[in-house]
């Protein structure tokens, strides 16, 4: 894998100019579960049949027949226990600028919780007005609305294409906050498949306003849901680098780096050389400083 990758990355995020952006596929096997296994899930539950292959138009329709308040809470019983867990909780401790997350459950929220010592707010109604750059607080934005909240509530999880369309007028403040950022900070996305175009919709609006930008925007794709020749040439055009990579692996990699950059870890020995970070075996220093004196 590309090594200035990981070194412009690292550097974003020390320096508290990165968002890290979570989809559902970082708990899909810690209690969670992916939009497409939440469909089939459904499907199967209420052993729903039909010709229609919108996971949107699916939910709504299981929704007209079954009644969408018991959906409502048969999603809530799935995902309650979702939560982060091995390599990728690790991350949550980074210096992020923001989270945002698609995800009705509570695991992103949790973590930071667990392992930030900014205070962590949720906006999750739009209707919050949090300042976004507070520099003892760190926000953690849901565009998809929470479990927390009971069906019909300000701030409820959108589950149909009606649901869908209407957040968008009514939660536009959450999506505000997510425009500002794009425009000014690198992302890193992680367990999000793009398939939503929430993201490029906005890189589309900005190109309209302000031209292309210079961040940098990153997102893990484990092996097995790697996009194909198309979708990787349409990230690529619009400015996001695919790392493909499991995610345990890829956050290791990243946490090392980190290490190796963070002046205030003693746990490393390294030496800057131009732009570049060498890391030293602290057990053969001696042989370091010969090969290279």
Known sequence: MNSKIFADLAYSILNRKCV??????????????TWSELVT?????????SPLNDNFEIVSDI??????????????ERLKNAKLSGP????????????????????????????????????????EFELDSYPSELLCIKLMGSLDFPYGQEGSMIITKEELSKAKEERSRLYGYLERHAANLSFLFIGYSFNDEIFLDILNKLRAYIGPKGNNYY????EKDKPDQEREYFLKQNGVTSIIDEIANFSNKLMEEI???????????RVIYGKNILSIDATRVSQFLYDYS
């Not at 459904?42 to 049949?49: A, F």
């Not at 997102?219 to 484990?222: A, L, N, Q």
Request: charged share 30%; hydrophobic share 35%; with cysteine.
């Open 20 to 33: 890290i952006f979570i989809g559902s596929g970082v708990t899909a096997d810690s209690g969670g579960a």
């Open 41 to 49: 899930y459904l499907k199967d539950e209420y052993k729903y049949q």
């Open 63 to 76: 929704c007209r027949k079954n009644g969408i308040e018991r959906v409502y809470e048969k999603i809530k």
């Open 88 to 127: 990728l909780l690790k991350l949550m401790e980074l210096p992020w600028f923001s989270a945002f997350t698609t995800n009705y459950d509570t695991a992103l929220e949790d973590a930071l919780k667990s392992k930030q010592e900014l205070k962590i707010r949720i906006l999750v109604t739009g209707n």
């Open 219 to 222: 997102v893990v794709f484990r």
């Open 259 to 269: 290490s190796l950059r963070n002046v205030k870890d003693y746990t490393k020995v």
